[in-house]
């Protein structure tokens, strides 16, 4: 029985090892890491061809950048109030002079209404003055009122034109603070932030909202200063946005001239297109130029791909024969870096298949 049992888990361990190996690919013939593989002749079908080009091309350096907004606005109360209505949410486009949130202003009206009626009170009082004036003016020159008295009266008028000036700049001043109750935006934007609700009593200077204006974008990015300080202000490069997985060119709008200590990196702002695809926060890249490359390069609808490999036609004396290559960098004229496999002046079938 010992011996039995001995001899099952011998061969149950086998087996184990033999599923093993299987699963691995070791029974499958492998397509060895050096290329080219054993070439395939397919005949001469009589396809195009494209030579396989050395070129020598600008080179850049990908730095990693946050898309950003040039015009950024917190937008805060001027007063001690309460809200009564926030009429925006994160996300909503708003233009220049909307209004965003409402305070409660009854306090407010009654102190302008105050303020107008001590107005009109002075201005009647004015006029009142102004006919003393006149009347003290006529006695004098009849010789029936004193000096005294056209002085007191020239006095008054003025103590009254007086009342009313600074009584009309109080009203101004109550309107004004009225006008603080429709909190408007300063600018056309788009909301990101709402920081308070309808019943929160706010204080001057608390932060309602913040927005920034779409129209503004633009990529900031640290740069190596060794880089940094060979870009001006004007420069074309190009960027990358991940999120919409496209390359753009924009112009250098600043270069904040201060080097991080620790990363030795400079800030370099560069303008983004209009295009309502990109909003604040977003990844992107920027292409740094560090001079000149030299690669091979061939078409990329020469390229063949099988899984993980890649493959092109090579075309040589009217004969054709599949080769493995290795890619690097897909250019945006539409072709591709050949790493390996390949040698310039060769030719390769123009589509591959």
Known sequence: MNVWRATSGAGVAIAIVLAVAWLSGWFEHKIGPDAPVAEQRLGDDGRETVAVELVSEPAVEWAS????????????????????????????????????????????????????????????????????????????????????RFDQATTALQVANADVDRLTRALDEAQANLS????????????????AEAGDTVAPGQALLRLYDPSALRVESPVRETLAVKLTVGDRIDMKVSAIDQIVTGAIEEIVPYAEPGSRAMLVKTRLPDDRRLYAGMFARVAIPIG??????????????????????????????????????????????????????????????
């Not at 603080?180 to 920081?195: F, M, Y």
């Not at 290795?326 to 004229?333: H, I, M, N, S, V």
């Open 65 to 148: 950048g946050t898309v950003e907004s040039a015009r950024r606005t917190t937008v805060a109360s001027r007063l001690l109030a309460k809200i009564t209505e926030v009429r925006v949410a994160a996300g909503d486009e708003v233009a220049d002079g909307d209004v965003l949130v409402l305070l409660d202003d009854r306090d407010l009206r009654a102190r302008v209404q105050q303020a107008r009626e001590a107005v009109t009170a002075a201005q009647a009082q004015r006029a009142l003055a102004k006919v003393e004036l006149e009347r003290a003016e006529d006695l004098l020159k009849r010789g029936v009122a004193s000096r005294q």
């Open 180 to 195: 603080h109750a429709e909190i408007r935006a300063p600018t056309a934007g788009r909301i990101i932030d709402r920081l």
């Open 292 to 353: 000149e490359k030299t690669r091979l390069v061939i078409p990329a609808t020469a390229v063949e791909r099988i899984g993980q490999l890649e493959f092109v036609t090579v075309l040589s004396a009217g004969a054709a024969a599949r080769r493995m290559i290795t890619t690097g960098e897909r250019l945006k004229d539409g072709r591709v870096e050949v790493l390996s496999g390949l040698k310039v002046g060769e030719h390769v079938a123009a589509a591959g298949g």
